[in-house]
């Protein structure tokens, strides 16, 4: 069996969030459970020269985008026993990002088109083409309008991925034919409501549509979660599927992590209590193993629960001694609040606007607790990677969260949980996590339970590959 899997984003090449770690991460584990597994992305300008020094030219042809064609240059790189194929294009591609353009419907087209037309040229013919979010989502529609009665491409079948249903590539109907170069007659597949809706024509063409949890799935089917598109995803129930993502957990491995500053293990946990001690040192915060830490890392938005946080976060800091660290950015409401914070309590807020990855990990290695209070959650890395690195999560029960983090209360759990979108309710989770953490000997137990967990890709490469066979024994 063989899986070409497309995205616009793949570690190690480029990545902006979950979908690049996603596309570096399930290739490599299907390829270990004896799956051909390569990927297709963009070349974009933002590759390192040390990356490019790796790729080899194989091939240039041209890509039909509407009535015009355009050049496509196919390089090959090897990554951990992973082939991967990246297109270049620099009309499209060497941009100083790589979303947020006025002409992202055309590039977008191009890649998913490309996706196709580079198959007969790399002497691989895959049996599956698996495309992620709204990028790559006319590739379904491309192969069974115009493709799929070739030879190059009979009986191939498509899955799709929804890593965020929020973004759905919605644009005027007025481009159907003038960019997309999709005629007339399949405009049905992609209008919704009046608009070209990208997503939408995936879901209705690919052969499987998976999500990055098994309670996403099943959200999205709901009008507060699903952006518009429930009816859509309604009638399409029977191919729908959630399948919980994983993390790389030989990059990150409190036992041989290099970033930290002391590594450990479930076995041999001692090293933890050092880290938080540099933590505390660090980030400012009065030095004392006596005192929790919470540990933030996170986009500041309300999506992501901080106008909860916001509105407790006095009450939460005057009656309690715990400390909190912040790691992220976004909108200056929440920027500015945290910051203010961190004035009012000098020596326990901390908190740096911005993203630097080992800092991170330092902070996933370092705190006791950690703080995930989402609105929604598709699936969710860092209550995984909280828990590899044995800080105990406080999350809302939605999406992967939800899958992922059972409460302790009934003395089996891994973290601490509140349902309602509700600052109380969250506040009821801190303060039970708070109180849990005054008993040294069952916290020491907790801990050990987290960094026990088990949140590999192998349990989920597992569930594709079984998704793969499906498809390919109904031809």
Known sequence: MKVLYASSEALPFMASGGLGDVAGSLPHALRRRLVGSRVVMPLYGGISQEARDTMKFITSITVPVSWRRQYCGIFEAKWGGITYYLLDNEYYFKRDSM???????????????????????????????????????????????????????????????????????????????????IPEEFGYLLDYKGDINLMKGAVECANAVTTVSGTYAEEILDPWFSHGLDPILSRNRFKLKGILNGIDTVSYNPETD???????????????????TELQKTGGLDVSARKPLIGIVSRLVAHKGFDLVKT???????????????????????ENFFTEAAARY??????????????????????????????????????????????????????????????SGDGGGNGFTF??????????????????YRNAEGWAVLVGRALSCDNSWGRSANEYIRLYKSLLAAL
């Not at 509700?422 to 708070?434: F, P, T, V």
Request: overall charge negative; some cysteine; hydrophobic content about 40%.
């Open 346 to 407: 000098p020596g326990r807020v901390s908190v740096e606007i911005g993203f630097i990855p080992q800092l991170a990990r330092r902070i996933y290695a370092g705190c006791d607790m950690f703080l995930m209070p989402s609105k929604s959650e598709p699936c969710g890395l860092s209550q995984m990677l909280a828990l590899r690195y044995g800080a105990i999560p406080i999350v809302r029960e939605t999406g992967g969260l939800k899958d992922t983090i059972t409460d």
């Open 99 to 181: 979303y947020g353009h006025y002409d992202d419907a055309e590039r977008f087209a191009f890649l998913s088109r490309a996706v196709l037309e580079i198959i007969p040229h790399i002497g691989w013919k895959p049996d599956i083409i698996h495309c992620n979010d709204w990028q790559t989502a006319l590739t379904p529609v491309y192969l069974q309008t115009m493709y799929s009665q070739s030879a190059d491409y009979q009986n191939i079948k498509t899955v799709f991925t929804i890593h965020n249903i929020q973004y759905q590539g919605i644009y005027g109907f007025n481009i159907l034919q003038d960019v997309f170069g």
């Open 312 to 334: 407790v976060f006095d009450d939460m800091m005057c009656n309690s001694d715990a400390q909190v660290i912040i790691l992220g950015s976004g909108d200056n409401t929440y």
């Open 258 to 276: 290099g970033m930290i500053w002391a590594n450990y293990s479930a076995e041999k946990p001692g090293g933890k209590s050092l880290n938080k």
């Open 419 to 436: 349902k309602s979108y509700n600052a109380y309710d969250m506040l009821n989770a801190i303060q039970r996590a708070l109180e849990g």
